[in-house]
């Protein structure tokens, strides 16, 4: 077998002559034999073929082609807790839910960047390999739409949510959707808005906490308390704070507040891409 490459300080090969018998990282000639055939380390031959290199990017995979249901399908169940806790996916880029009475992943969101694909998909389970219980799409901006979801996979059950900006100096903006809030109520008008409130876990000056309120009498229904810059793995936590809210409900706040950071998150990779773009063009600026 053919030594290791020795570099030399300009940058050239050794000779072949001038092998050292042993690499500058400490590995001899044995080792590196070993490599090539595994009979001299045992076991090594029974390790499994992996199925593809690892990967470090934000997004997920686009998923294999399903052929869409032309029916409304039955959609798998969705557990109903009190509150729920977003933690980035131990081995895939994207999120995890956790019910958080009992600490047991119950959803996984995948985030996607290809064509004829939803932005985000929720699964059930801790990965991509389980039923679908909703997706989301996030339009460019300048769009005439904004976002749009799907509780399950009905391709015809996609509805828009609507972005209203308030403010003339500082621009606040409210997400509007309707969903059904349970068995007895007819479909009601709930919005996202940002929230600084101090009673409900949030701050002065928190920018990324949110609350979800009755668009009608502006009460606080639940609340998203962002934790994703403590860099230990969460990304936040949703307190619902009503009783009798349906399953279909609470999904689709969940959807739709993903969906939201998603795009916030998406917005800001953009902007940091163009500051740095624009040093590139002019280097006497400082970032």
Not at 86 to 102: D, F, V
Not at 169 to 182: D, G, I
Not at 186 to 204: E, F, I, N, Q, V
Not at 273 to 278: H, I, K, L, T
């Amino acid at each position: 077998m053919a030594r290791p490459i020795e570099w030399m300080g300009n940058g050239r090969p050794l000779p072949a002559d001038q092998y050292p018998a042993t690499s500058p990282f400490g590995h001899s000639n044995d080792d590196f034999e070993a490599l090539d055939d595994p009979t001299l380390v045992p076991g090594l031959h029974n390790l499994p073929v992996l199925s593809s290199p690892p990967s470090y990017s934000t997004l997920d995979a686009a998923p294999q082609y399903r052929p869409a249901i032309p029916s409304g399908p039955i959609r798998p169940a969705f557990p109903l807790t009190r509150g729920y806790q977003i933690r980035h996916a131990l081995s895939s880029p994207g999120l995890s839910i956790y019910a958080a009475n009992t600490k047991m992943s119950i959803c996984y969101i995948g985030r996607y960047s290809a064509i004829d694909t939803p932005d985000l998909i929720f699964f059930t389970g801790h990965d991509s390999k389980g039923e679908v219980l909703g997706q989301a799409k996030i339009f460019a901006a300048g769009a005439p739409k904004n976002l749009q979801i799907c509780v399950g996979e009905n391709p015809s059950g996609w509805r828009d949510v609507n972005c209203v900006v308030e403010g003339k100096v500082f621009h606040t903006e409210s997400w509007h959707f309707s969903a059904k809030h349970n068995a007895t109520h007819l479909a009601r008008s709930l919005c996202w808005k940002p929230t600084h409130d101090a009673h409900l876990g949030s701050g002065r000056f928190r920018s990324k906490d949110y609350k979800l309120v009755d668009a009608q009498d502006d009460s606080v229904i639940a609340v998203w308390i962002d934790s994703s810059s403590t860099y230990d793995g969460s990304v936040g936590d949703l307190e619902w704070k009503v009783d009798g809210a349906s399953e279909e409900s609470v999904l689709e706040s969940l959807i739709v507040l993903m969906a939201i950071r998603e795009r916030t998150r998406r917005r800001a990779r953009q902007v940091g891409r163009a500051v740095v773009n624009g040093a590139h063009q002019f280097p006497g600026r400082r970032i």
